[in-house]
Nanobody, 117 residues
């Protein structure tokens, strides 16, 4: 079992930055693929960025060049650095984990990010 706790959300003006953190329980964190998803108002939850156990990263097109996902295995933590935030980045952001391939099995409770004009 893996438990995930997100932090770092808040209110920021457009063009600003936030860093989200996701702390994971468990001793085998470094074996898990990690990802960030978001659910914008009135929309389905969507993939934002992922980082495999190997360190390879993947981003959805709308955040490429603005967001950076990283992990610190010594701290069992994954981060999402969000720069040049836009109004459309407003959403609840969720951290997720999976072991192997397929769907993400473990989810955090979410953290709200609100971008204002």
């Amino acid at each position: 079992q893996v438990q995930l706790v997100e932090s770092g959300g808040g209110l920021v003006q457009a063009g600003g930055s936030l860093r989200l953190s996701c702390a994971a329980s468990g001793r085998t964190f470094n074996n898990y693929d990690m990802a960030w998803f978001r659910r914008a108002p009135g929309k389905e939850r969507a993939f934002v960025a992922g980082i495999k156990w190997s360190g390879n990263t993947l981003y959805t097109d709308s955040v490429k060049g603005r967001f950076t996902i990283s992990r610190d295995n010594s701290k069992n933590t994954v981060y999402l650095q969000m720069n040049r935030l836009k109004l459309e980045d407003t959403a609840v952001y969720y951290c997720a984990a999976r072991y192997g391939v397929g769907q993400y099995d473990y989810w955090g409770q979410g953290t709200q990010v609100t971008v204002s004009s």
